[in-house]
């Protein structure tokens, strides 16, 4: 291959990707114009159709009326404080709440896992061979002939943590 080919080989394919790149370009454009039509008709609708079905704007406002209103709200008066200190609070408690929840979640999931460790390790120093879950003595089969419970303490605490883990969640 001489350099005259290997040049022109490097020439089509710019080409390709400048024309790839347009048809890239074109329908992202295809794409940012149909989701702005779409929301041109959906505001012209909202705008027409109750005032053409004589609804009642309490249930249906107006998308004119609604820019007003909310400048309105964003005044503060000595009756009534500005819509951003209510929205403040809101996100506030929000995030207080959420975070309280994560961590006490996550503390009494720790303390139900730490507390069955203590319990098991308690339990091999007093008796010299722990019963674990997978003996035969320590399951039994039920009378109508399902699959065996365990009747050991230690698969009895994680399945009550995996359930509470699950209820706090």
């Excluded at 408690?93 to 720790?110: D, E, K, P, R, S």
């Excluded at 120093?125 to 399951?139: A, G, Y």
Aim: proline share 5%; aromatic share 8%; charged share 15%.
């Amino acid at each position: 291959m001489s350099k005259v080919e290997s040049a022109g080989d490097s020439r089509r394919r710019a080409r390709n990707i400048c024309a790839w790149l347009q048809r890239e370009r074109r329908g992202h454009l295809f794409v940012r114009a149909t989701q702005l039509a779409i929301l041109v008709v959906f505001l012209v609708l909202w705008e027409v159709l109750p005032r053409a079905l004589s609804s009642i704007p309490l249930l249906t406002s107006y998308p004119s009326a609604l820019w007003p209103t909310f400048l309105e709200l964003l005044k503060a008066t000595p009756q009534q404080a500005s819509i951003l200190t209510h929205t403040w609070a809101t996100v506030l408690a929000t995030v207080l709440g959420f975070t309280g929840a994560m961590v006490l979640g996550t503390a009494v999931a720790a303390a139900l896992w730490w507390w069955d460790s203590a319990l098991q390790g308690a339990r091999s120093r007093i008796s010299s061979s722990p019963t674990p879950c997978r003996r035969r003595r320590s399951c039994r089969s039920s009378t109508s002939g399902s699959a065996p419970r365990c009747r050991s303490t230690a698969c009895r605490s994680r399945s009550r943590v995996f359930i509470t883990i699950l209820m706090i969640y």
